[in-house]
């Protein structure tokens, strides 16, 4: 695949996105002129700013969520990195990084965007960037006692959270929101 297979579906999933505010919509026109402008900003080598994706990892049932602690961040938040030259689209990249940083195997993505968000962040590249990150819905393969996740080398500690009982230094309202946008899907 390429970084034009890429763009193209960061590009689809915005249009296609079912925003839930004002704010939402506002957000999506902001991601679709940036993307319109950049090319290849869906690779992290756009320094200016880059799409990422990230996926809201809930047990089959929806009860129990699965947060990283991320290292560089140091606060517990859904999966999510970089797009990758080799993924065919973002709902690609945000299903290996689900699996990358989970371990888990049969992991089951909704290809409908959930959510976007955009931040400033110093990447590992060492240089101040943006972050546009597109949010989906990931299941896994049954309930959160039975599906064991593993802590890859991106995390310092990964593990299943009740939704309605969050650990301290989550981001609670980040995450209280797109529980709320999952439910019912």
Known sequence: MSAQSLHAS?????WNWDTDSDDAESLRHTM???LDS???GCLRSHVPGHITASSLVLDEDGSHVLLTLHPRVGRWIQL???CEPGDGTVVDSALREAREESGIEG??????LLSAHTHPITCSLGVPTRHLDLRFLVRAPGPASAVPAVISDESQDLRW???ADLP???EKETID???RLADGR
């Not at 960061?10 to 915005?14: F, K």
């Not at 992991?107 to 409908?112: E, G, K, N, S, Y």
């Open 10 to 14: 960061a590009v689809d999933s915005l």
């Open 161 to 163: 959270w009740p939704v």
């Open 177 to 179: 929101h797109l529980v």
């Open 80 to 82: 999510g990195g970089h």
């Open 168 to 170: 301290e230094g989550a």
């Open 38 to 40: 950049a090319p290849d």
């Open 32 to 34: 679709l002129a940036f």
């Open 107 to 112: 992991l089951r993505i909704d290809p409908r």
